[in-house]
């Protein structure tokens, strides 16, 4: 049945992002260069990109990423999550002075699929990045194109339910269609308390294989509808078997063990992704 209240450029998009077949996703995040510089597996980017973008339903990454690294007949294959928001470096102590870096006419010329935009709550720079998200969303808006929230994590801060929910939900009230977050403890709780807000999760760190591919199952069967990883991907052994196996897991209902199988079953390429 037609809705004819639907945004339909938002609704568009969204299932662009977020397959509406299932209501899952899995989005590779490769952005990591726009803070701290030449990342291990990111290092020759055309090559990780090219490598990787086939196998994801959504590639989250910066404006320079799009036009030096994605080859110009894959452009418009994947959807793009553009990260818009930036200003800083691992160099300095306080991550959270981050202002916005692309506007919604280039994320729209560059045809984002959605863009994304970091906020730190609890760190210095709160406010103002708050307010980036709320900006963007204000923009954004105008014209149908859904804004991921990250809810960036800073040193001091503990990545628990109870901070993580209060980052999420301050997402949500701005405004955000997705939110990115980390994994924790109850974190179908944060689920539930943001719904019906989408919920993507962060991997973090690189961990092992066992331990991603469980962060991603735990993360699905409490509700998110997918995940938003990367170094857990670009910088393992075997990333086309990661992402393959990651995929299992949201869009197939694997458990961790048949997606271990899935990820053995891939035969891992020559070298490391540099
Ligand atoms: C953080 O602000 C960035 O968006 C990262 O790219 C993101 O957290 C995901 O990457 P990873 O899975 O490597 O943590």
């Known amino acids: 049945m037609v809705n004819a209240y639907l945004d339909v450029g938002i609704q568009s998009r969204m299932n662009r992002i977020i397959n509406p077949k299932d209501n899952r996703v899995v989005m590779l995040a490769i952005d990591h ?39 110009p007949e894959a452009l418009g294959s994947k959807p793009i999550m553009l990260r818009v928001s930036g200003g800083n470096s691992v ?25 994304a935009v970091s906020v730190f709550v609890g760190a210095r720079n709160q406010q103002q990045t708050i307010l980036n998200l709320t900006d963007m969303i204000n923009a954004a808006e105008e014209y149908g194109i859904p ?39 109850e974190f179908a709780k944060l689920v539930d308390w943001v719904a019906p807000t989408a919920v993507v999760v962060a991997g973090g760190k690189y ?39 990651i995929g299992a897991i949201v869009h197939g209902n694997h458990t961790v063990k048949e997606a271990l199988d899935v990820y053995n079953a891939h035969t891992p390429q020559a070298s490391r992704l540099e």
């Open 33 to 71: 260069p726009y803070f701290q510089g030449p990342t291990t597996g990111l290092r020759n980017m055309s090559n990780t990109i090219r490598t990787l973008f086939p196998h994801c339903d959504c590639l989250m990454t910066t404006r320079g990423a799009v036009r030096a690294n994605i080859a």
């Open 91 to 115: 160099l300095f102590d306080d991550l959270s002075d981050e202002q916005l870096t692309v506007s919604i006419e280039e994320a729209i010329r560059m045809d984002a699929a959605g863009v």
């Open 147 to 185: 804004v991921l929230a990250v809810t960036a994590v800073g040193k001091d801060m503990a990545r628990d339910l109870r901070y993580l929910a209060l980052a999420s939900r301050i997402c949500q009230d701005a405004g955000a269609r997705i939110i990115k977050t980390y994994y924790c403890e």
């Open 207 to 245: 961990s092992s294989p066992p331990d991603a591919l469980k962060m991603a199952y735990d993360s699905v069967q409490a509700g998110a509808v997918g995940v938003d990883f990367g170094r857990n991907i670009f910088q393992d052994d075997n990333p086309i078997g990661m992402i393959k196996a």
